[in-house]
């Protein structure tokens, strides 16, 4: 199948700074990506979905200006998380689709102290 | 809107005893079912999928699921559980759009 990668694995930031995370696809060019959060012992929560050369689509309650995300091209996708919260502590989640099959990446652990 | 209903958050079963992992969705037009698990600290791993055909499809590490179009049901099973597939199970219906919508997962323990 399909490898997507993501990357940090785990991150640990200060409260008031910004972390990227990357998603990228390593064989297929993914036009759509789609991000989730995840709480402990939770399911996945999606944020929003990442098209390629356009604007995000971000569901209901989630902050655009927080999570910003950007699909330059068609194999990669980021997450920025800005100015960070403890409350933005989570595991974050991509994945890209293609032929009616979801491959995702490993998860970012991020940590806000 | 499409959703996905696991009814079970935890399910134990002993080594080498046959389970099942329940599922039931609701979507408009012929749905596309997943399996997926998960272990600590991990993403998802593809276990299996229902498109079209068969109904009883077969996946990854001995599971297979069986799509049943009047229950709206598409139950995990394995024939011997082992203690490695210990982890979370992820039942997901995916739209036309091509986004997932998740179940709540379950826990899977298997007990030695």
């Known amino acids: 199948g399909a490898v997507v990668s993501q990357h940090p694995s785990r991150v640990i930031c200060k409260s008031g700074t910004s972390v990227k995370i990357e998603c990228r696809s390593l064989?297929?060019?993914?036009?759509?990506m789609f991000w989730y959060r995840q709480f402990p012992k939770q399911s996945l929560m999606l944020m929003a979905t990442s098209n390629e050369g356009s604007k995000a689509t971000y569901e209901q309650g989630v902050e655009k200006d927080k999570f910003l995300i950007n699909h330059a091209s068609l194999t990669l996708s980021t997450l920025t998380v800005t100015s960070a919260h403890p409350e933005d502590s989570s595991f974050y989640i991509c994945s890209a689709t293609g032929a009616r099959e979801a491959f995702f990446g490993q998860g970012t652990r991020l940590t806000v102290v | 809107a499409q959703s996905v209903a696991q009814p079970e958050d935890q399910v134990n079963v002993a080594e080498g005893n046959p389970l099942t992992v329940k599922c039931t969705y609701s979507?408009?037009?012929?749905?596309?079912l997943f399996w997926y698990v998960q272990y600590p600290n991990r993403g998802l791993q593809f276990l299996l999928k229902y498109i079209t055909g068969d109904n009883l499809v077969k996946g990854s590490y001995g599971f297979e699921a069986e799509f049943n179009k009047s229950q709206t049901s598409f139950h995990l099973k394995k024939p011997s559980a082992l203690v490695s597939d210990s982890a979370l199970y992820f039942c997901?219906?995916?739209?036309?759009?091509?986004?997932?919508?998740f179940g709540t997962g379950t826990r899977l323990t298997i007990i030695p």
């Open positions: 064989d297929f060019q993914a036009t759509t």
């Open positions: 979507v408009s037009g012929n749905p596309y």
């Open positions: 997901a219906v995916m739209g036309g759009n091509e986004k997932l919508t």
